[in-house]
Nanobody, 122 residues
Framework: VQLQASGGGLVQPGGSLRLTCTMSSGTFTFYVMGWYRQAPGNQRELVATSTSSGSTNYADSVKGRFTISRDSAKNTVYLQMNSLKPDDTALYYC?????????????????WGQGTLDTVSS
């Protein structure tokens, strides 16, 4: 399974970005997918998850601003980020949950996309 992420960039505070992550193989429909981020000097942080049944969860820091969604026909998961703040600046990674371990823990994800850099700055 390979994950290809895109959509990062530079945006002003209050702006929006949409990240896209496409899975190259596998039965995407059955996987729990997550978006993580890592800011310089910080640990990798779980931002949002999406299950195959459509349920979603978000970190408190992004609730009400970020939306994770998926298109199974395209093997793609999205992260819509609105009302961006400078604290949202980070490398963002999509990842596939392995099905083992705690869903909030990064070691529980067995496939990772390359990071896409999002910079929120005026």
């Amino acid at each position: 399974v390979q994950l290809q992420a895109s959509g990062g960039g530079l945006v002003q505070p209050g702006g929006s970005l949409r990240l896209t992550c496409t899975m190259s193989s596998g039965t995407f429909t059955f996987y729990v997918m997550g978006w993580y981020r890592q800011a310089p000097g910080n640990q990798r942080e779980l931002v949002a998850t999406s299950t195959s049944s459509g349920s979603t969860n978000y970190a408190d820091s992004v609730k009400g601003r970020f939306t994770i969604s998926r298109d199974s026909a395209k093997n793609t998961v999205y992260l819509q980020m609105n009302s961006l703040k400078p604290d949202d600046t980070a490398l963002y990674y999509c990842a596939k949950y392995s099905g083992r371990g705690t869903i909030k823990d990064a070691p529980s994800y067995d496939s990772w996309g390359q990071g896409t850099l999002d910079t929120v700055s005026s």
